[in-house]
């Protein structure tokens, strides 16, 4: 069988039937998703909705806590939001922590 | 696998209330949760608690549970199935080189799918009825050099598989990819019940830490070292960067400190990050009687009072 890699990455764009297959959702989730902000179609087109592999990593981590933590989508855009906050300042944190090693090391 | 002792993953006493499971479940899936936490193995406690969860829950489930434990705890004792089948023993040793699981499902499975009965431990079950079932997708973390978020690549990754098998998968790492990125490798997930059904499998990215440069989204930044003199005089001095070597310019009377910027150098993209230089002023060692006097010359022929804004911070 081959092996060889098939990825997704940041270039792809799916449309909506292509998004609903690749997380196993219902289009009906996604418009849901989207009129609670917690994916947003790209900008480009203003007709028909595309999304890129960002919002499609998001609906599935959505996807996921609304599924396994019982959470509505209030909660799931709001866990998201402080979730990337923190990832942020996690990032921040720890780049500076280096930064003063690396100075204190000269 | 061995016994669960489910009360134990769910931190809860065994005559916990059903509300006091559920509270305790609650508590333990959100700081559990694949997507929540940052514990390297939250799957695999997830998941525990999740299996603990559904038998705990029910209360039909969790007395026949009961029964097993008491028995598992006894060592090994005389019990009858909960469907009033017949009697059969087994000892601890015996059950320890059970598939626990397997035995989890003949006790809890959906009954109309086990034939119950009838094997060499009484557990014995028939065939499972055949659905249409997709395979599960599969999330492992991928660690990557900075190198190869730069330049992209290919390479061969090994990756433990659920089933204990581990699979190489040939994968292709995107040029400019930052960290916490998720590769998405279609149908190489676990197999559902029929071809085309299989799963995905998910890598996400992490990139290794640099032993010279620090990473914060795209941009890359660099500790760079300077003399007194290249800050005191400007200079022009090769530094490197992700992409290779290049030059760049000093200004004059530059400080430790002085953040300098070479646009574009950092991690492609659209558009691409930077690439940072921040400066440090190290002093030689002073060896030679010269090299003091020189020195000694510098502190005479200077005005200079690094300390001055401190002045005044004294209070009382």
Known sequence: MDRSSEYIDEDVIY??????????????YVVELVSHGIIEPRDDNRNVWRFDAVEAARTR???RLHRD???NLEGVALALELMDRNRKLNERVRFLEQLIQRLEQQ | MDFKDYY????????????EIKRAYKKLARKYHPDVSDESDAQNKFQEIGEAYDILKDPEKRAEYDQLRTYVNQGGAQRRTADGGQTFTFEQGDFAGTDFEDLLKSVFGEREDFDMGGSRQGFGFGQRRQRQQQGNDIHHALTVTMEEAYHGGSRQVSLAMP???????????PKGITDGKELRLKGQGQPGSAPGLEGDLYLEIRIASHPVFELEGK???????????????GAEVEIPTLGGNVSMKIPANSSSGNRLRLKGRGLPGDPPGDQFAILSIVNPEVESEEERTLFEQLRDKFQFDPRAKLKGAQHG
């Not at chain 1, 449309?15 to 009906?28: D, G, M």
């Not at chain 2, 941009?219 to 005089?233: G, M, Q, S």
């Open chain 2, 163 to 173: 089933d204990g098998d581990t699979r190489k998968i040939n994968v292709k790492i």
């Open chain 2, 219 to 233: 941009n890359v930044t660099l500790v760079l070292p300077v003399t007194p003199w290249e800050a005191a005089l």
């Open chain 2, 8 to 19: 134990k993953i769910m931190g809860v006493e065994p005559d916990a209330s059903a509300e």
């Open chain 1, 61 to 63: 981590r959505a996807y």
């Open chain 1, 15 to 28: 449309t909506v039937k292509e998004l609903c297959t690749a997380c196993r959702i219902e289009k009906s």
């Open chain 1, 69 to 71: 933590l019982d959470l």
